[in-house]
């Protein structure tokens, strides 16, 4: 069974097309402008597959983009890591 995994992202200048190009081909954009206010947050979707995890790819690559994410559960709260 996969589990699908979500994480809220934010950054300056965000857009859901500039968040995608981070992206592999396991996860995508499912929302954005989620907070209320235009360009300042994204919501990604996807299951891990081999290396491509949100743990280690994900939230890693987004950051090399100055755009930061967090894993929600299924309703919006944080996933806090013990990492």
């Not at 597959?49 to 743990?55: E, I, P, S, V």
């Not at 090399?64 to 990492?83: C, I, M, N, Y």
Request: net charge negative.
């Amino acid at each position: 069974m996969t589990t699908t995994r979500t994480a809220i992202v934010f950054g300056r200048d965000i857009t859901a097309e500039r968040v995608a190009r981070f992206l592999p081909s396991n996860y995508a954009v499912v929302d954005a402008d989620v907070v209320g206010r235009e360009g300042d947050s994204v919501i990604v979707s996807g299951t891990d597959n081999a290396g491509w995890t949100m743990d280690a790819y994900v939230i890693p690559r987004l950051a090399t983009g100055l755009l930061w994410a967090q894993e929600v559960d299924a309703e919006g709260d944080p996933q806090w890591s013990d990492r």
